[in-house]
């Protein structure tokens, strides 16, 4: 042990003159010890730096040994403060007995009969100081984890600040573009040659496609910046909340959307919206030549819920699977309208929640996405296996 360290033991004895004892042969053993004539004195000296506290069972009484206790309930989560209590060998009393029935249950006990040879009780203590260093390590791990985790917030929270503050300025001269591009499409389209007409209308798509852009990346940016409002979700009206939205599209593409076993789970409901449209909206979108055809199902793991969103389209390359739910990342040519920005979106919303974003796809086989809701709530479980069958959609 290194005296510099701090680390000190804390020696509890009947009489002063014991304790002072104890301390000087740990003193000769390279440690430095503090005596405590009462429980009152180990609560004031202990601290971070407390290796071991060393008691003569004969120092305590119920009250005293109730003090203790409460002293070391004090403890943070890392610690486990050795605890040696000597005692007399041989015969005990029955007060002895009790004293230590009572001290048993405190924690990190260990206990040693006297008569006592200098090298075993110096011996115990340095085994307990060196179970207390492993102690300050995990202490020191968990303080560097939690300065990260701080670290790693603030940093995120900047960055989201920024991309905010970028995409909310960019907005105003994005909408001075396109308005003036509007103008000027009104006033002189036909005016003064064809290629002139094509340089405007390439100005104009421009302009709308930036501001769409602009428009996800601020939404991106926003989502989940305040707490969440989580709360029992009946996932089957927010599809049903989402076919009402794309109904439009559903008719145009005479597409059909179904669902099962669509449980209540327990999160934001306008996020989870947000993030089974975006899924919809996409099975929808990319369904290719075919007729789209998009099942929304949920099954239960042991410990979360999983929700998939499968479709009949084109499917995805593996090579493209997780690529995807970057920002800006598409597969698509411009002939189908889209930011990029939406699976990041859903992956964010997932992530809020504690959950995972994937897909399992085969180009020509369709693609499910499948994403996770830990089950926070048992009791909102046994809700959802109430919930009655639900029946297609379409
Ligand atoms: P966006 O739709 O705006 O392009 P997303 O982040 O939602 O952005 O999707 C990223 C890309 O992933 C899309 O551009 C598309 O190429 C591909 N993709 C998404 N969903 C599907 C799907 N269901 N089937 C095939 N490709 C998909």
């Known amino acids: 042990m290194s005296p510099d360290s701090g680390e000190h033991v804390l020696v509890h004895a009947p009489y002063g003159r014991d304790a002072a004892m104890i301390c000087d042969f740990l003193a000769k053993a390279g440690m430095t010890a503090t005596a405590c004539a009462t429980v009152e004195q180990i609560r004031a000296q202990l601290d971070d730096n407390t290796g071991a506290v060393l008691i003569s069972d004969e120092a305590l009484n119920q009250a005293s040994i109730g003090s203790l206790a409460a002293v070391l309930h004090t403890q943070p989560p890392w610690s486990d403060l050795p605890l040696i209590v000597t005692t007399s060998g041989g015969e005990a009393t029955a007060a002895s007995r009790r004293r230590l029935e009572l001290l048993t249950p405190l924690g990190n006990f260990s206990l040693l009969e006297r008569p006592l040879r200098t090298a075993t009780l110096i011996s115990a203590v340095q085994t307990a100081l060196r179970a207390r260093r492993r102690q300050y390590q995990i202490r020191d791990h968990i303080a560097e984890r939690e300065h990260l985790v701080q670290e790693l917030k603030r940093s995120n929270d900047e960055l989201t600040k920024f991309a905010h503050v970028v995409s909310h300025d960019l907005q105003a001269p994005v909408r001075m573009v396109k308005s003036f591009s509007e103008l000027l499409a009104r006033r002189y389209r036909g005016q003064i040659d064809q290629t002139a007409d094509e340089f405007i209308a390439t100005i104009q798509n421009g302009a709308s496609a930036m501001q769409a852009l602009i428009r996800t990346l601020l939404a991106y940016a926003t989502v989940g910046q305040g707490p969440l409002t989580r709360g029992p979700v009946a996932l089957q009206s927010v599809v049903d909340a989402v076919i009402t939205t794309l109904q439009p599209m559903i008719e145009e593409l005479d597409a059909s959307v179904s669902y099962a076993n669509l449980p ?91 959950g995972r974003i994937w897909v399992n796809s085969q180009p020509g086989a369709g693609s499910t996405f499948y994403f996770t809701l830990p089950d926070l709530e048992r009791d909102q479980k046994s809700e959802a296996l109430d919930t009655p069958a639900q029946q297609p959609a379409k």
Request: glycine share 10%; charged share 15%; hydrophobic share 45%.
């Open 264 to 354: 209540i789970v327990y999160g934001d409901q306008v996020l989870l919206q947000q993030l089974l449209q975006n899924l919809i909206g996409n099975a929808l979108k990319y369904a290719g030549p075919a007729r789209p055809q998009v099942n929304v199902n949920a099954s239960h793991s042991a410990t979360e819920w999983i929700v998939s969103v499968a479709d009949n389209g084109p499917g995805i390359a593996a090579e493209y699977q997780e690529v995807i739910f970057l920002p800006l990342r598409r597969l698509h040519s411009r002939q189908i309208s889209g930011t990029g920005m939406g699976l990041a979106i859903c992956r964010k919303i997932a992530e809020l929640h504690g």
